[in-house]
């Protein structure tokens, strides 16, 4: 069964300590790996589109891989304003629209 | 530059009562999106349109009706709302399909009492 993946469930982080979100995917034929971020009570603003193993995008202090079976959002010296829940979601030759992940929530305290 | 606009942002029904979900967007995209996003279950697909005039079932359609009469707009109706449509819903709209990005609204968080 195609499924995404992400990890780990919440993530808490003091201001400054740099880490890394997951997401795995099993899907065939991939056409697009999104990235996207989700303030309470608002909707997922997109971050970032990977289409191929390799590939690598930042934005601020974010940065997102790819590889033919994982994503990377890997987030250096974070902020309290970071603080979010992460959405990864992919396209995928078979299907119809994006499959997403359950989310990965971030808490960054100073 | 509004984007996605979804209309209303909160509403309570009773159980039996209907209702229409109303989303706008002003990007000239093609392909709209249902979707709706409950506690532990990640975003779900209710239906999606590939262009004015077509719809299609995603994932979890059942209680669910849709209508894209114009490109801008994409309706999402509850013929008779039960307590398991309680859920936060949202619309999405992407020029082509899957290998570009979906843009969203800001959510309806609707409550079946």
């Known amino acids: 069964e195609d499924q995404v993946t992400q990890s780990p469930e919440a993530l808490r982080l003091q201001e400054g300590e740099s880490s890394s979100l997951n997401c795995s995917y099993t899907?065939?034929?991939?056409?697009?790996l999104f990235w996207y971020r989700q303030d309470p009570g608002k909707g997922p603003e997109f971050l970032f589109t990977?289409?191929?193993a390799g590939e690598e995008k930042e934005k601020e202090r974010l940065k997102a891989t790819l590889t033919k079976k994982e994503s990377f959002l890997h987030i250096t010296a974070p902020k309290p304003e970071d603080s979010a829940t992460y959405l990864c979601a992919v396209g995928y030759q078979a299907g119809t629209a994006l499959i997403f992940g359950k989310g990965t929530t971030l808490s960054v305290s100073s | 530059n509004a984007g996605v606009t979804q209309t209303p942002k909160f509403r309570v029904l009773k159980t039996g009562q209907s209702m229409t979900l109303l989303c706008a967007q002003d990007m000239n995209h093609e392909y709209m999106y249902w979707y709706r996003q409950d506690p532990g279950m990640g975003l779900r697909l209710i239906h999606y349109s590939v262009g004015e005039g077509t719809t299609a079932k995603g994932e979890v359609p059942d209680g669910y009706n849709v209508s894209r009469l114009k490109k801008q707009n994409f309706l999402l109706g509850l013929e008779s709302a039960a307590p398991s449509q309680t859920s936060v819903y949202f619309c999405?709209?992407?020029?082509?399909?899957?290998?570009?990005?979906?843009?969203f609204g800001q959510g309806t968080r609707l409550t079946v009492v």
């Open positions: 990977l289409y191929s």
């Open positions: 999405a709209s992407s020029y082509v399909g899957l290998n570009t990005e979906a843009f």
């Open positions: 899907v065939s034929g991939l056409r697009g």
